[in-house]
């Protein structure tokens, strides 16, 4: 089930409306450096933080049915709507195969918000370097869970090697958990748990506090298996 006011709710069918008349980004084959850095610095933080994963690459979608493409959101969208978007999520879901845009404001600076409006502003375009990490399938499934651990984006909440320490100051605990140590190894102590908690996310899901995605429906299975591969590799 999925709760969201209806403000939001009007949000999400407009961002759905708009994906599906999107158009193509410029560029040729790998991409170009644009004359705004504000624009090329919102291209590399659409990946960095992960958006690519769930909107695609330059947010083209196809990713799941339940996440917009975002090709016309620039102009759909005031810069006030984008920015309290990216800042306070999309409401919150409890289904675990629905995924839902979370909170990301106490992770981003406000540069980055600014950046990647002007990105979305600029229609998306191909930004030569700003590619996800390519993830090695025939090196183990430890190697492929690293490279995944950076390519959807963990890392910038849950820290280099998961060691956590990312500032979420109006959560419980003040920070956004470690995915090391041995208070996360007794807690998520099957690879069905950790499978678990990552298909399912967090559902406080409410700004100012930060909340994690679903990633059910977006991450597949073998790749939950190399995730969790890479977690057990950690002290």
Known sequence: MRRVTAAVALVVL???SIGVVAGCGGGDEKGTNPSD??????AHLFVQFGCSACHGEQGQGGVSSDVPALKAAGTGFSVAQLRQIIDGGLGESENPQK???PVWGPVISDSQVNDLVAYLQAGLPQVEDATPVAVPRD???AVAGAALYVRDGCINCHGPSGLGGVPNPLSE??????LSGQDFRDEFNTDQ?????IRSGSVIGKPPITSMPHWGGIIPDEDLDALVAYL???Q
């Open 14 to 16: 407009g961002l759905i």
């Open 37 to 42: 850095p504000h624009v090329a610095m919102g």
């Open 99 to 101: 995924p839902y845009m």
């Open 139 to 141: 090196q183990g499934a």
């Open 173 to 178: 605990d003040k920070t956004i958990p470690s």
């Open 193 to 197: 748990k950790i499978k678990d908690v």
């Open 232 to 234: 057990k590799t950690l």
